[in-house]
């Protein structure tokens, strides 16, 4: 029942703020006008439909809000007006009181917040989906930063994640595009970053852990945790200091090279997913800042690692070739990858998919990053992958998202950039690295402390191994000789016996004479 009351709610919102007028507007078909004629008789709302979009979002939930913050980087698929109004949810969450943010961080803490800050600012500087922040001092002297989780967050999630479950279920019962697509999947993986995201320590230990990967880049900054103040509702951490990338005019204004901006995120993209196989997977324009400090001036600032995406090496390294057959047009390599892993069946045409790649690609090569419509080849593909019956896979969800930031935060920073062009080159050098002579140099060096290990008992190794083999040779030829035996023996009672009845056949007979 509880379920069943979310459903009513949700189906109340979508009414309530007209989402059903929005969506069937989309459909041009004349049943389909008769239908929203009939549905919207009556009804009027004073709200443009971009506000009315971003209202019902926030009031569903977190889920709902995150695919809003999804759609605010989509300019090619959205319209503006609506635009405008989604990009307030990246940090413009509606804040819960200050008393109870208080109150929450006091109980995790076990102590005043006096006891804890010098100084605390009770109104919070951002609110989102799953928790907001506020300012403060340590007793040291450092600035932080306090993220409080919002309460209640648990229930709410459950719900919405227990009716994404049934209506998966049901697109896999009545579909078989569906059941291609893995919604279950999808929804587990959904899950699990969603339940990750509410556990405050693990964000704060996926960010300690992209702070040693990006150490060295000197193009991203991640905020230091304060670990004694840690917990798995309130976390502390450095205060960083810096202009939200959307606002480009003010970066542009401040001397921020916006087309260096554009390629260092792109950059920063590549490294993390193929270097590292440790990405953030958040990456939409309310989690990333540009510093205008001297020592930092330029670099990103990356905040929020509650969702963060990894990759295996065999997923890194089929993606690379991917990308790299794609790079260089080779269609027929794309097409001989998605059969060797079995996205597609083995008795797939390789010439047959092959053509239909490159009919979906060819179009878009040698062109800026503002003629390419990302949402239109994934459309395209997902048509060609019909048609092959692709296999979605669920563990790389994360990582298709985050394309579709990276593309969106590029088109707002540089139009004019060629996000192929950027790619391939680091691409091409990740791949010699990983495949080539100093992928062979890297692997002994790493395998060296195992090795000196071995070395030295190598021989006493190889003697033992010989001797099992000698004595299992042994036990081998033991076996045999006793078969050997015990067949010699039942043949020579065999012929005892044999010897002995015919003995006494005769006496017999020789006795029967007798008389």
Not at 174 to 179: E, I, K, N, P, V
Not at 240 to 245: A, C, H, Q
Request: hydrophobic share 45%; net charge neutral; aromatic share 10%.
């Amino acid at each position: 029942m509880r379920y069943f009351s979310r459903l009513l709610v949700i189906l109340w919102t979508v009414y309530r703020y007209g989402l059903d007028d929005l969506a069937l507007s989309t459909l041009k078909r004349r049943r389909f006008r008769f239908l929203r004629s009939l549905i919207t008789l009556g009804r009027a709302w004073e709200q443009p439909r971009g506000v009315r979009m971003r209202l019902a979002l926030e009031r569903l939930g977190p889920i709902f809000v995150k695919f809003g913050q999804l759609l605010s980087t989509r300019r090619d698929l959205v319209p503006p007006d609506m635009i405008e109004e989604l990009s307030k949810l990246q940090d413009a969450v509606p804040p819960f009181p200050a008393a109870q943010s208080r109150a929450l961080i006091e109980q995790a803490f076990g102590r005043r917040i006096e006891e804890v800050f010098e100084q605390f600012d009770a109104e919070p500087v951002a609110s989102a989906s799953i928790a907001q922040v506020h300012f403060g001092r340590l007793h040291d002297g450092r600035e932080v930063a306090v993220k409080v989780l919002r309460p209640g967050m648990l229930d709410i999630i459950e719900d919405d994640l227990a009716l994404l479950r049934t209506l998966a279920g049901w697109v896999e019962r009545f579909s078989a595009d569906g059941r291609r697509l893995k919604p279950r999947e999808v929804v587990a993986e959904f899950n699990t970053y969603l339940h990750d995201e509410l556990d405050l320590v693990r964000e704060a230990a996926n960010a300690a852990q992209l702070r040693r990967n990006m150490d060295g880049l000197d193009l991203v900054l991640v905020p230091e945790m304060v670990w004694d103040l840690c917990t798995s509702q309130v976390i502390v951490m450095q205060r960083m200091r810096g202009v939200p990338i959307s606002q480009v005019q003010r970066l542009r204004e401040a001397g921020v090279d916006i087309k260096k901006l554009a390629r260092d995120g792109v950059t920063i993209f590549f490294t993390q997913v193929f270097r590292d196989g440790f990405f953030h997977a958040d990456m939409h324009p309310g989690n990333i800042q540009v510093s205008l400090h001297p020592a930092t001036f330029g670099r990103y600032i990356a905040l929020d690692f509650g969702i963060i995406g990894t990759l295996t090496e065999v997923d890194k390294d089929y993606l690379a070739q991917n990308f790299i057959a794609f790079f260089r047009r080779d269609y027929k390599r794309v097409a001989e990858l998605h059969i060797e892993s079995g996205w597609v069946p083995p008795q797939t045409r390789v010439d047959e998919l092959e053509g239909a790649v490159r009919t979906v690609c060819e179009p878009h090569f040698d062109r800026p990053l503002k003629d390419i419509s990302l949402g239109q080849v994934l459309m395209r593909l997902f048509q060609i992958s019909r048609r092959f019956n692709v296999e979605i896979q669920p563990q790389l969800v994360l990582l298709q998202k985050t394309l579709l930031n990276v593309e969106g935060l590029g088109r707002q920073l540089d139009p004019e950039l060629d996000l192929w062009a950027t790619a391939k080159p680091f691409l091409e050098r990740w791949m010699d690295e990983q495949v080539g002579w100093r992928a062979l140099a890297r692997q002994v060096r790493d395998e060296a402390p195992r090795y000196a290990k071995l070395l030295p008992e190598l021989p006493r190794l190889l003697h033992d191994a010989l001797r099992q083999r000698a004595g299992g040779d042994a036990e081998r030829t033991m076996r045999a000789l006793l078969q050997e035996q015990r067949r010699t023996n039942a043949l020579l009672q065999g012929l005892i016996w044999g010897v002995l009845g015919f003995t006494l056949g005769l006496l017999a007979a020789q006795f029967w004479n007798w008389h």
